[in-house]
């Protein structure tokens, strides 16, 4: 990669490449370094990040278990080294990522306001299968995901809350900046439905913002946008202080929301941009709170009872899944169809749902916002990150292998959800973190990000997720045609 860039870029090296690999792998070594020496060195002579990466991202998860001080150490080691190595294009020059930090806007942003024309919700829905649950019908919905581990009780207990409190929805008090104001999981829509305040960030294309306008004009809260010379929007990527001084202007107590996504490297790119656009924020509203999505396809430390229930399923599989299976991963040297955990594990068990075809770049971009989600929350701000369901996107089911696997997933367990019940989802528990706090006080982060997971199961089926995902794309390769 070494066409010319602008704002946040990897580091050029010596021949004028831009290395994602080489920034990643030590991104890795470094946040490992801290709490274990022999995994640092291992990811330092990893040859092929690019397939080799799974194994050393999933040990910077695995080797803190247990570990307060090991989990903070290993995310303020891995964020040190990415504001270390990625590098800002200033005026044709690299400068370090800290010139973001205090570097003068190279213009200012103006504030358009449109105010729905709507009346707000004033009670939870949720978008389900062409209906909209309510009352006793979601209810009964949030027990049976629970029932069948496609979530966390605890992720049912606060959507129940938040039922059980509709004067929550409308966030009163609150801005909520949306970065990436056109994701497709991202609140805007339900925020705005429900009469908050929502400043949205997103690139100027007015494609783009003729949506969100329409979204805004419909719905029955305050929508505030970026705009300079009469174009909507801002580059997140190049204009971190222009962005950063908008909305620390902006009345209300601020809540800044990380819903960015971009293709390959761009992703760790617009990424650390909004890191770096985060500290700068702190710095100039220390009532600011943070609000991530965490991706269900990442290794997480699970609490004890996922992994008896994953335990309990695999022991009742049917008796054809019995009889293929022992064939199957006798063929594959193990890799089909593996425990999701070893057979005698007890206490906490680690999660490991990684997806190769998703690569090394996204795993990093959503390994940065669970470090800084970590020690921002250590050292006291208000943060609400949850573990979002496998969901049907257009950057899912672009990838063909993506969209087979997720729509054989059903068979190994796994419910995968669709966006507008995700995005309606994901918002109840946003402003159920944001009316409590960031939720109940955890002695380990990893606590922390399993608390009101909306995992779609994959914490709690029979199968290891990779070792299931070939079969359930080679099952799902015709609906996912159709």
């Given at each position: 990669?070494?066409?010319?860039?602008?704002?946040v870029?990897?580091?050029?090296?010596?021949?004028?490449?831009?290395?994602?690999?080489?920034?990643?792998?030590?991104?890795?070594?470094?946040?490992?370094?801290?709490?274990?020496?022999?995994?640092?060195?291992?990811?330092?002579?990893?040859?092929?990040?690019?397939?080799?990466?799974?194994?050393?991202?999933?040990?910077?998860?695995?080797?803190?278990v247990?570990s307060?001080?090991?989990?903070?150490?290993?995310?303020?080691?891995?964020?040190?080294?990415?504001?270390?190595?990625?590098?800002?294009?200033?005026?044709?020059?690299?400068?370090?990522?800290?010139?973001?930090?205090?570097?003068?806007?190279?213009?200012?942003?103006?504030?358009?306001?449109?105010?729905?024309?709507?009346?707000?919700?004033?009670?939870?829905?949720?978008?389900?299968?062409?209906?909209?649950?309510?009352?006793?019908?979601?209810?009964?919905q949030?027990?049976?995901?629970?029932?069948?581990?496609?979530?966390?009780?605890?992720?049912?207990?606060?959507?129940?809350?938040?039922?059980?409190?509709?004067?929550?929805?409308?966030?009163?008090?609150?801005?909520?900046a949306?970065?990436?104001?056109?994701?497709?999981?991202?609140?805007?829509?339900?925020?705005?439905?429900?009469?908050?305040?929502?400043?949205?960030?997103?690139?100027?294309?007015?494609?783009?913002?003729?949506?969100?306008?329409?979204?805004?004009r419909?719905?029955?809260?305050?929508?505030?946008?970026?705009?300079?010379?009469?174009?909507?929007?801002?580059?997140?990527?190049?204009?971190?202080?222009?962005?950063?001084?908008?909305?620390?202007?902006?009345?209300?107590?601020?809540v800044?929301?990380n819903?960015?996504?971009?293709?390959?490297?761009?992703?760790?790119?617009?990424?650390?941009?909004?890191?770096?656009?985060?500290?700068?924020?702190?710095?100039?509203?220390p009532?600011?709170?943070?609000?991530?999505?965490?991706?269900?396809?990442?290794?997480?430390?699970?609490?004890?009872?996922?992994?008896?229930?994953?335990?309990?399923?695999?022991?009742?599989?049917?008796q054809?899944?019995?009889?293929?299976?022992?064939?199957?991963?006798?063929?594959?040297?193990?890799?089909?169809?593996?425990?999701?955990?070893?057979?005698?594990?007890?206490?906490?068990?680690?999660?490991?749902?990684l997806?190769?075809?998703?690569?090394?770049?996204y795993?990093?971009?959503?390994?940065?916002?669970?470090?800084?989600?970590?020690?921002?929350?250590?050292?006291?701000?208000?943060v609400s990150?949850?573990?979002?369901?496998?969901?049907?996107?257009?950057?899912?089911?672009?990838?063909?292998?993506?969209?087979?696997?997720?729509?054989?997933?059903?068979?190994?367990?796994?419910?995968?959800?669709?966006?507008?019940?995700?995005?309606?989802?994901?918002?109840?528990?946003?402003?159920?973190?944001?009316?409590?706090?960031?939720?109940?006080?955890?002695?380990?982060p990893w606590?922390?990000?399993?608390?009101?997971?909306?995992?779609?199961?994959?914490?709690?089926?029979?199968y290891?997720?990779?070792?299931?995902?070939?079969?359930?794309?080679?099952?799902?390769?015709?609906?996912?045609?159709?």
């Amino acid at each position: 990669m070494s066409e010319q860039q602008h704002g946040v870029v990897f580091p050029a090296g010596p021949d004028g490449r831009r290395s994602t690999g080489a920034v990643g792998r030590t991104v890795v070594a470094d946040a490992l370094a801290p709490v274990d020496p022999t995994g640092a060195r291992a990811a330092e002579r990893e040859t092929n990040w690019r397939t080799g990466y799974l194994a050393h991202v999933r040990r910077t998860t695995e080797a803190v278990v247990g570990s307060r001080t090991g989990a903070l150490a290993v995310a303020e080691a891995g964020l040190a080294s990415v504001h270390r190595q990625m590098r800002v294009v200033v005026d044709g020059a690299e400068v370090e990522l800290a010139h973001l930090r205090s570097a003068a806007p190279s213009g200012s942003l103006t504030t358009e306001t449109v105010t729905g024309e709507g009346e707000p919700e004033r009670e939870l829905t949720l978008p389900f299968r062409g209906r909209r649950l309510r009352g006793a019908e979601l209810s009964a919905q949030l027990e049976d995901w629970v029932a069948r581990g496609v979530v966390e009780p605890s992720c049912a207990d606060a959507v129940a809350a938040v039922a059980a409190h509709p004067e929550w929805l409308a966030l009163p008090g609150r801005t909520v900046a949306v970065l990436g104001a056109g994701a497709e999981m991202g609140p805007l829509t339900a925020l705005l439905r429900w009469g908050a305040t929502v400043a949205a960030v997103d690139l100027p294309r007015p494609p783009l913002w003729e949506r969100v306008l329409d979204t805004a004009r419909r719905g029955a809260g305050t929508l505030l946008l970026p705009t300079r010379d009469d174009v909507r929007g801002a580059d997140l990527i190049g204009d971190v202080p222009a962005v950063a001084d908008w909305l620390g202007g902006l009345d209300g107590v601020p809540v800044l929301g990380n819903y960015v996504y971009a293709d390959g490297a761009t992703n760790v790119r617009v990424s650390t941009a909004v890191d770096a656009l985060t500290l700068r924020l702190q710095g100039q509203r220390p009532d600011l709170a943070l609000a991530f999505l965490a991706t269900p396809t990442d290794v997480f430390v699970v609490p004890e009872e996922a992994v008896a229930a994953s335990q309990a399923a695999y022991a009742g599989r049917g008796q054809v899944a019995k009889l293929l299976g022992r064939p199957l991963r006798t063929v594959t040297a193990g890799r089909l169809l593996q425990r999701a955990y070893p057979k005698d594990a007890t206490g906490p068990g680690i999660a490991d749902s990684l997806v190769p075809q998703q690569g090394p770049n996204y795993a990093l971009a959503k390994r940065l916002q669970r470090w800084r989600a970590t020690t921002a929350r250590a050292a006291g701000t208000t943060v609400s990150m949850n573990v979002a369901p496998p969901t049907r996107t257009r950057s899912v089911v672009k990838n063909r292998a993506l969209a087979a696997a997720y729509a054989g997933a059903h068979r190994f367990g796994v419910e995968v959800f669709e966006p507008a019940t995700s995005n309606v989802l994901m918002a109840a528990l946003l402003v159920h973190d944001l009316h409590t706090g960031g939720g109940p006080a955890h002695e380990e982060p990893w606590q922390d990000e399993a608390h009101a997971a909306a995992h779609g199961g994959l914490w709690r089926g029979p199968y290891a997720p990779r070792s299931a995902l070939g079969l359930a794309a080679v099952l799902g390769v015709g609906a996912a045609r159709g």
